[in-house]
């Protein structure tokens, strides 16, 4: 049994993880400040974080292939060099092309850098202990999502939007570092044949579905637009084909075999439940709280905060009692409060108070952190080791897929909602009635996102814990 100083890898992995998402959400904050000194449009400025998602969504279904093509170590360096030039260059950016580059860079290494992450767990930690391991990715995927509007919006008042970048570029050199010296290769490269015609159909097909929705929720023509749809069915055929392609070839390069796992199919529903609930909300929430409430960024970042801290802090946790008790005593009180929160939220006017919002926010965080980890967890422990790399690309690319859908559908309900109320307004120019209006839409998307939690707490029902009888490496600790 080979050990592992598992301490030093986490905090290589993570610290260089929580980065990449920090610097994820925090440009989110800086997209009107970016449309004035760019002298760009809304449509452009959302390039930036709809190329990110777009890389990753064409990224993510070859990192099964990468993990056993490429060691540990060198799999490692190449996301963090990605990662360092793509934050170096956003610091340096002169203009919006630059910018855009950079950020194809950092999703790049991102891209890279978190299935390494979930892979890297399976294989180090003993199965009893993997809970809580995979809670701490849990702190960071939330948590640094969290904390980047926050600061972002600070930095922006105070400084420029390229202190962002430097911020990150120090953290993301030590995160180097620290992997350079304590990271082992902890995969078997056995360098299976590559498939370009599963490369290039994996592209168009992931690629067009995230574009596609992704461009949909950007609110010009919305469904009806003629690329929007294109994108769409060429991606769904070019997925079907893809599949098709997989399941006769001997080493495919994303194993379908995986849904042969009952428990790994429950976990994936419960994540990508997760990933559409948390998307829409998130997206719904700030819009809402600026443009209905009237409130500044900074002042929505700080409301933000405490919920999104709360679930980062309590990842870990969740973890290890998923560890000692299993998932379900988790799920499906989660879900529940889920629920029950989003329900509250559908019912949110100008005039609810803002102890009222950060009270059902913080609700709805703390439920998603019972559900999240313990899912995926469980799910990934079914797989035996030769399908982890598969069973955390198929999980990765296809929580990419849900972001781009839930977030299309959220922007897409919030926007009929409005245009409905505001067509039979005397004086829809108003701003009294535009925030109404704001009200209304947020109102329908809540009611939605109530709906898909709802069909998670059934799935939750499922839900068992998987007895892993498969040997594992022992861990240092």
């Known amino acids: 049994m080979k050990q592992y100083n598992t301490r030093a890898i986490m905090a290589s992995l993570l610290i260089c993880g929580f980065v990449g998402m920090f610097s994820e959400t925090a440009l989110n904050i800086a997209i009107s400040n970016l449309m004035d000194v760019f002298q760009i449009s809304a449509a452009t ?19 099964g292939l990468l993990l056993q093509w490429l060691t540990t170590r060198q799999l490692f360096i ?19 092309e630059m910018l855009m580059v950079a950020r194809v860079l950092q999703a790049a290494g991102m891209g890279l850098l978190i299935p390494l992450m979930f892979n890297t767990i399976l294989v180090v930690y003993p199965p009893e202990k993997r809970g809580a391991a995979m809670g701490f990715v849990g702190l960071v995927i939330m948590f640094a999502p969290a904390t980047g509007p926050t600061v972002a919006g600070l930095l922006i008042e105070y400084l420029t939007w390229h202190y962002i970048f430097w911020l990150s570029l120090p953290f993301l050199v030590i995160g180097l570092l620290i992997g350079l010296k304590y990271l082992d290769n902890v995969t078997e490269v056995t360098r299976p044949r590559i ?18 929705f992704s461009k949909a929720g950007e609110g010009q023509g919305g469904w009806s ?23 006769f070839m001997r080493e495919p390069m994303m194993n379908l075999r995986v849904f042969k796992y009952p428990m790994f199919i429950v976990g994936l ?8 609930i948390i998307l829409s909300s998130m997206i719904i929430l700030p819009m809402y709280l600026q443009n209905g409430m009237k409130l500044s960024a900074f002042a929505t970042g700080l409301m933000m905060l405490p919920g999104s801290a709360l679930n980062g802090i309590l990842s870990p946790r969740m973890g290890r009692l998923f560890d000692k008790y299993g998932p379900k005593w988790l799920v499906i009180p989660g879900l529940a409060i889920v629920a029950v929160m989003l329900w509250f939220f559908s019912s949110i006017t100008v005039a609810s108070s803002v102890a009222f919002i950060v009270t059902l926010h913080i609700g709805l965080m703390v439920g998603i952190s019972m559900v999240w ?3 995926q967890t469980n799910g990934l422990n079914q797989l035996p080791p030769e399908l982890y790399p598969h069973g955390t690309a198929v999980m990765n690319t296809l929580q990419q897929v849900a972001g781009a859908i839930g977030t ?40 939605f996102a109530t709906i898909v939690s709802v069909i998670g707490l059934a799935v939750a029902f499922f839900i068992r814990r998987v007895i892993v009888k498969h040997a594992t490496m022992n861990a240092v600790h």
């Not at 190449?78 to 919006?96: C, K, M």
């Not at 599963?198 to 574009?211: A, D, K, M, P, Y």
């Open 45 to 63: 400025a959302q390039w930036l974080t709809t190329g990110f998602l777009l890389t990753l969504g064409i990224l993510m279904p070859m990192t």
């Open 78 to 96: 190449l996301s963090l060099a990605s990662s360092i030039v793509g934050t170096l260059i956003a610091a340096l950016a002169l203009n919006f």
């Open 195 to 212: 498939d370009p015609l599963s490369i290039l159909l994996s592209t168009i097909g992931f690629g067009g579905v995230v574009f596609g």
């Open 225 to 247: 637009s003629m690329i929007v749809l294109a994108s769409i069915v060429i991606g769904l055929i070019a997925l079907v084909l893809f599949a098709l392609r997989q399941m």
């Open 269 to 276: 529903l419960l994540v990508l439940t997760c990933m559409m």
């Open 373 to 375: 980890m313990p899912a």
């Open 408 to 447: 299309a559908i959220a922007i897409s309900i919030l926007t009929s909602g409005m245009e409905k109320y505001l067509t039979s307004s005397s004086v829809p120019s108003e701003p009294v009635e535009m925030a109404k209006a704001m009200m209304l839409g947020s109102q329908n998307v809540f009611l």
